[in-house]
Every structure is written in C-alpha cells, then in structure tokens.
C-alpha cells in the first residue's frame, strides 16, 4: 500500500477575467486531496469559472485525489465553466486514462495548451453569461 503524505502545495495563478490556473506539487492522497479542493473552490468562489490543474509537480494520485479531480470538474461546470488537467507525468498518464478520467475532463500536455483550449471555448460563449456547453461534457481524452 502507498504510503499517503502531508506534502502538497498549490499555488493559484489568475490568468484571465474567468480563468486560473492551480498548479500542484506533491502527491494527492487521502490527507492532502482537502487541501487542493479547498483551493479550487476559493478560485472558484473568486470568479473563475475556468480552472486549468497543473499536475506537472505531482508524484502521486489516491482514489481519493481522483474524486477530488471528479468533483471540481461537477463544481466548475455547475459555475458555467470547465475544468483542464495539464501537464500530467508520464507516470500518471496511464492511471488518468484507465480510471477514466481522461474520458470526463480534457487532459492537456501542457497548461498553455490548456489554456488555449479555454480561450477557445469562452470565444464561442455567448455574452458574459457563458454557456454550460463549451465542450465538457465528455472530454477530449489525454491529448498525447
């Protein structure tokens, strides 16, 4: 069994009016899944709609930090927006694509790409209301 751990740190950059960027460093296990969600939510409560995961930092996934990804992606998208996963370790991408995630929310190789992948979706959003469908219902599936 792996061993879970306390090291996670997030750091939440805003990149657009609706837009921020988590980016994550350490494992997303049992203990520090509460840590990430809480910080997705705050970006979300400070208007982004859009959030885009940094997991380039991370060593290690739980079941847990897998529900936490399925509810920030349920959170976003009730807020009319979206949510991207970039830059995922070769390492992780299996897991990303067996547990079906990769099926649920676009995976992007890196947060530019992630980032262009928003812009596109709010371009086709009409007015500032948004639209719930900007394409992520069903994910684009890791994009490797």
Known sequence: MPQVSDALDTTVRYTGK???VVAVTGDVDLHTAPLLRAEALTALTQGARHLV????GVDFVDSTGLSTLIVLLH???EARGSLRVASVPERLVR????TGIA???PVHETVAEALAAVDAGDAR???ESGDAGDGESGGTGPSR
């Open 18 to 20: 609706h837009t921020a």
């Open 53 to 56: 995961l940094d997991m380039g």
């Open 75 to 77: 959170t976003a998208q």
């Open 95 to 98: 897991m990303v694509t067996v």
């Open 103 to 105: 099926e649920l929310l």
């Open 125 to 127: 959003e009409p007015g």
